[in-house]
T-cell receptor, first 114, second 111 residues
Framework: DVKVTQSSRYLVKRTGEKVFLECVQD?????MFWYRQDPGLGLRLIYF???????EKGDIPEGYSVSREKKERFSLILESASTNQTSMYLC?????????????FGPGTRLTVT | DAKTTQPNSMESNEEEPVHLPCNHS???????IHWYRQLPSQGPEYVIH???SNVNNRMASLAIAEDRKSSTLILHRATLRDAAVYYC????????????FGGGTRLMVKP
């Protein structure tokens, strides 16, 4: 089975802290994604990566950066956490396939910024 | 991006079939129709996808209208574990591998 793991299920950080959210997948997938999920707003794409050291902005990249030094690992970085970044963060991966594919999601990290 | 419209919520009785509708009147010829679901406290999981023909897998069936402007996800016998939010998503060809999630339909299953 494909497995996508996230470093923490729950995280509490203070305003201004630098926060790292880690995601690891074990299926040699080329593509990895970071979303945030908020009530009433659904899932929104923050960043995605289609290869090592490659990244593309999603719909809401402001306040975030990412790092992909190894194929299996995709990190989301909050340079200076703010309270409006309190959210559920979901990581996903998918194989590269030109026409049809599926994304595999991790269990999510619920981040609270106080 | 082409958009989808789904009812906010639906109710079903356990062990009965469930038909979850999705309208996508602005779908283009190369858009794939994907369905994902999200169980409580979990990340979304893939359910099924299709382009033009109806599709079946172990989880569900996907019925696509002939004009492709709507589709229906069919759960043949709902169980309590099927209670989730179901998302209908269009994935454009050439859009990379991004998915744009809408609001989805919250399915409640009554015993």
């Amino acid at each position: 089975d494909v497995k996508v793991t996230q470093s923490s299920r729950y995280l509490v950080k203070r305003t201004g802290e630098k926060v790292f959210l880690e995601c690891v997948q074990d299926m040699d997938h080329e593509n990895m994604f970071w979303y945030r999920q908020d009530p009433g707003l659904g899932l929104r794409l923050i960043y995605f990566s289609y290869d090592v050291k490659m990244k593309e902005k999603g719909d809401i990249p402001e306040g975030y950066s990412v790092s992909r030094e190894k194929k299996e690992r995709f990190s989301l970085i909050l340079e200076s956490a703010s309270t409006n970044q309190t959210s559920m963060y979901l990581c996903a991966s998918s194989p590269y396939s030109g026409s049809s594919y599926e994304q595999y999601f991790g269990p999510g990290t619920r981040l609270t910024v106080t | 991006d082409a958009k989808t419209t789904q009812p906010n919520s639906m109710e079903s009785n356990e062990e009965e079939p469930v038909h979850l509708p999705c309208n996508h009147s602005t779908i283009s010829g190369t858009d794939y129709i994907h369905w994902y679901r999200q169980l409580p406290s979990q990340g979304p999981e893939y359910v099924i996808h299709g382009l033009t023909s109806n599709v079946n897998n172990r989880m569900a069936s996907l019925a696509i209208a002939e004009d492709r402007k709507s589709s229906t996800l069919i759960l043949h016998r709902a169980t309590l574990r099927d209670a989730a939010v179901y998302y209908c998503i269009l994935r454009a060809a050439g859009a990379g591998n991004m998915l744009t999630f809408g609001g989805g339909t919250r399915l409640m299953v009554k015993p």
